[in-house]
């Protein structure tokens, strides 16, 4: 079996990584999102449902791709690369159905192993997966599907035995008990290659879950519904397809460039942006004074203008909720957070789905943030206020505050360090070289 050398999948991961950040330069240049980390994790763990090679293109370089990749590898699937973001799989010669649970602690993708498990090789063992702590993060979803395709399912006190029945899955009508996108993925994969038909209702459909649809499409599925909240499926066998497939741009990078731009009162392009896909964030941005320009299908942010918050019709402070597709993402939450900080006028953010997801809003209130927190879910933010380096500096703990907290120190005037950015790295592809050619003063700093 051919396997790259670990070191070309794990280019970053120092947990003692520090950025150092000089705040206060606004961004200006032209820049595209990378491909959607959402989209390669689920794509990646249903190449293994396929025999042959499958090639994929813009697959972004980040720390949760290189983990997931290494799963993968510890299960006898090979990888490698191929050019600059193309990715070769094959998964011939699959042979282990455990997985390693100190891979498993790094991503909680791993649970999206389970159906192509089973469906290769009949059974399946997945510790209770890692991932970022925003708050309490169900599998249920993922045992009930799997349960209604005919799988018998021992969860244990820190890992998951999964058994197919005799012929595999079998059809079923799945009424999802949350719009859950992970545990739609793991039916969707499950019913793609099921006897008989599935029909998937209150299904998630986020970009990224298109993306996987249209994937097992190109390879053999028959998904009818793609974007909306009731999928039916007829199970096929999976074919390879030597044609590459390519992964979406990640539309969360997307607004965290967007915002990076506006809180710095810079300006930049964002090439490759899909605008008509994208309503809600601009409708989010746009309460908070931040309005984007679409000039020959690019992106133009041009942050020189004051914000001002809008007010709702009975003047009333507005409220920026979090909901699932096409509402606004919840990932979104923390960019505009800090945004908000920088805009004039009094703001709400309810988070619906995640009770711990602002509690790093304490870093920016030691920024100089006027944040009041009203309970796990909700904030008010008045602003506009300036913003400067907090003592003893801060640390990322998590992709999206990470990156939240990144847009802030570049916002600032002054000299930031955020340690622990590896967070940031499992997300979001060589950000501070990226950030450098905006004109922006990011050193990463390894202990």
């Not at 989209?39 to 949760?64: F, R, Y």
């Not at 066998?237 to 990078?253: G, I, P, V, Y």
């Amino acid at each position: 079996m051919l396997k790259f050398p670990q070191k070309e999948f794990k280019m970053k991961e120092n947990k003692n990584t520090t950025f150092r950040i000089e705040g206060g330069i606004p961004l200006s240049g032209v820049i595209s999102a990378k491909g959607n980390k959402n989209s390669a994790l689920p794509i990646l763990a249903s190449c293994i449902m396929i025999e042959g090679e499958i090639h994929l293109e813009n697959v972004p370089k980040i720390e949760d791709v290189f983990s997931m990749i290494e799963l993968i590898q510890s299960l006898g699937v090979s990888a490698r690369w191929e050019g600059e973001h193309g990715l070769i799989i094959d998964a011939s010669e699959i042979s282990d159905t455990t997985i390693d649970a100190g891979l498993a602690s790094k991503i909680r993708g791993s649970i999206l192993l389970a159906a192509p498990l089973l469906h290769r090789l009949g059974k399946a063992v997945i510790p209770i997966p890692g991932g970022d702590r925003i708050g309490r993060r169900r599998l249920d979803t993922h045992l009930q599907v799997l349960g209604a395709l005919g799988v018998d399912i021992e969860a244990r006190s820190s890992e998951i035995h999964f058994k197919a029945s005799e012929g595999g899955f079998h059809g079923n009508e799945i009424w999802l008990d949350e719009a859950s996108v992970t545990g739609t993925e793991q039916a969707i994969m499950a019913a793609s290659v099921a006897k008989g038909e599935t029909v998937i209702s209150n299904a998630a459909s986020e970009p990224h879950v298109q993306d996987l649809c249209n994937f097992l499409i190109r390879h053999g599925a028959v998904i009818k519904g793609v974007g909306s909240n009731r999928l039916r499926i007829e199970g096929r066998a999976m074919k390879s397809d030597t044609n590459a497939f390519a992964l979406s741009a990640d539309f969360m990078e997307e607004c965290s460039l967007i915002v990076a731009a506006a809180a710095t009162r810079g300006k930049i392009i964002l090439e490759n942006h899909p605008w008509d896909e994208h309503h809600m964030m601009r409708l989010m941005l746009g309460k908070l004074g931040c309005s984007l320009d679409n000039v020959g299908g690019k992106v133009v942010v041009d942050g020189g203008k004051e914000m001002v918050i809008n007010t709702e019709a009975d003047r009333q402070m507005p409220t920026i909720k979090s909901a699932v597709w096409p509402g606004f993402n919840t990932d979104l939450m923390s960019a505009l957070v800090v945004l908000a900080t920088q805009a004039v006028g009094k703001v709400m953010f309810h988070e619906t789905l995640f009770d711990n997801r602002f509690v790093w809003t304490d870093n920016l209130r030691r920024m100089g943030a006027d944040i009041t927190m009203c309970d796990p879910h909700r904030i008010i933010i008045q602003g506009a206020t300036p913003l400067h380096p907090a003592s003893g500096g801060i640390r990322s703990p998590d992709i999206r505050a990470g990156m939240a907290l990144l847009v802030a120190a570049l916002a600032s005037p002054g000299i930031h360090f955020i340690e622990n950015a590896y967070q940031i790295d499992r997300g979001y592809e060589d950000i501070d070289v990226r950030l450098r050619l905006l004109g922006a003063r990011v050193e990463r700093l390894e202990h």
